[in-house]
């Protein structure tokens, strides 16, 4: 399987602008903002989608979760509020078929979500 955008940019072999980085688990600012604030943070593991996830990987998904808040309030929107958005499938707009979690802050969110 060809490596995704994201398995790149992991590996350090495309460029981006990190914000956090552990031994599961990355978060880089979305190349594509739409908000003032826009992070991805995404497994290490090249889960495609939330639909493949496994119970192998329960504990991975528990930290994605616990990270994105913590990388949330590390870019100031933990009492202003922020979104996370997980888009699954064709319906949902998934462009990149390797797990991520959207963090999106800085102004005011609509719902429903278009
Ligand atoms: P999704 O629609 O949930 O699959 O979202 C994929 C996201 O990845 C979009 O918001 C894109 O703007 C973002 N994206 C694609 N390529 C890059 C890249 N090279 N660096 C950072 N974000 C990217």
Redesign the pocket.
Known sequence: MAKT??EK?IARE???RFVYEDELVAA???????APV?V?VVPKKPIPRIAEATQEDKELLGHLLLKAAEVAEKLGLKHTGYRL???NGPD??????HL?C?ILGGRRMHWPPG
Do not use: C
């Not at 949902?92 to 078929?97: D, S």
């Open positions: 955008i994201f940019i495309s460029p981006a880089f600012h979305d190349i594509n903002p739409q826009h991805l958005v997980i888009n949902a707009g998934e462009a990149v078929p991520h959207h």
